[in-house]
């Protein structure tokens, strides 16, 4: 597989002169014997681990962040992969509908070593944590 990451060009400075699916340019060609189930576009280039996360989670289903959750002195350490982005972390102290929906205290995030890591003080007061999109 070849991947070029130093790209500068725009998406608006792509010519949009043949950019169909299902049709070719070509009128003896024969269109239209296909069903394209699922089609999805990224915004940047995917990693191996990415695209393998995007297939294991089958058609019509985003792949879901594999949160990990470790101690380090005084604070919990939430961590998942850094390419999937645009997650926050929320806290309740109770579980059920409506429960969530208070941002967690937390540090700033840190990417590191192809994670997000978020620190959290660890307090005596029960909770629960979660992240969404």
């Not at 604070?75 to 850094?82: A, G, S």
């Not at 540090?107 to 007061?125: E, H």
Request: hydrophobic share 45%; net charge positive; aromatic share 10%.
């Amino acid at each position: 597989m070849a991947m070029q990451s130093n790209l500068t060009r725009p998406i608006s400075g792509i010519v949009n002169a043949h950019s169909d699916l299902g049709k070719s340019s070509y009128a003896a060609n024969n269109c239209g014997v296909a069903t394209i189930d699922e089609f999805r576009m990224h915004s940047s280039a995917m990693g191996a681990a990415q695209i393998a996360d995007d297939y294991a989670s089958g058609p019509n289903t985003l792949p879901v962040p594999q949160l990990s959750v470790a101690t380090a002195g005084p604070n919990l350490v939430f961590t998942w992969p850094d390419y999937i982005a645009g997650y926050s972390l929320q806290t309740s102290a109770k579980l059920g509908a409506g429960a969530f929906g208070a941002p967690a205290a937390v540090s700033a995030f840190v990417l590191t070593n192809g994670a997000f890591l978020i620190k959290v003080p660890k307090t005596s007061q029960q909770a629960f944590y979660r992240i969404v999109k």
